[in-house]
């Protein structure tokens, strides 16, 4: 592929190796459809979500996505009592990315990350590349080179 989003110049900056992948000549939407389309398994492709807590700290979840994140297990894997889903509207301004096209690398500010345990069933992981339509893949060893998080049960 020679096109290269930001969060691929920032893998290649770091030497961090990654496969990327392209389905940005296709319909796919959702998470699922992007795995059906790039012929992944859904339950190694993740998706990257942003939530607020009252004290108005913000984390970054990313998990299957096939998967729906659970609110009450995601604050207590980052130690508040609750937290919502950052509104749409509030993402792009907040993390420099759009809907759809949200990776955990490369956001305008470094939050705390938490990626779901079930992650580590697979050698790798697929999530955005930071640009719908592009997707890299690589290891959580590589993960954390680029972006410290820890793993914990997200979702039900």
């Not at 699922?32 to 492709?45: K, S």
């Not at 998706?47 to 299957?64: D, E, G, M, R």
């Not at 705390?112 to 999530?127: C, H, K, L, P, Q």
Request: proline share 4%; net charge neutral; glycine share 6%.
């Amino acid at each position: 592929m020679d096109y290269k989003t930001n969060v691929m110049r920032m893998l290649d900056q770091k030497k961090i190796p990654y496969k990327s992948y392209s389905y940005a000549d296709t319909d796919a939407i959702s998470g699922t459809e992007v795995a059906e389309v790039l012929g992944q398994n859904p339950a190694q492709v993740f998706k990257t979500l942003v939530t607020v807590s009252k004290a108005n700290q913000y984390y970054v979840f990313v998990i299957p996505v096939e998967k729906e994140l659970d609110l009450k297990r995601s604050a207590a894997s980052v130690g508040e009592k609750s937290v919502r889903m950052l509104p749409a509207k509030e993402l792009l301004s907040l993390t420099g990315y759009v809907h759809g096209g949200c990776s955990p690398i490369g956001m305008k500010k470094v939050f705390r990350t938490v990626v779901d345990e079930t992650a580590s069933n697979f050698d790798t992981i697929i999530f955005s590349a930071g640009k719908i339509g592009y997707q890299v893949e690589l290891t959580l060893e590589d993960l954390n080179k680029i972006l410290p998080h820890k793993t914990s049960a997200l979702t039900e």
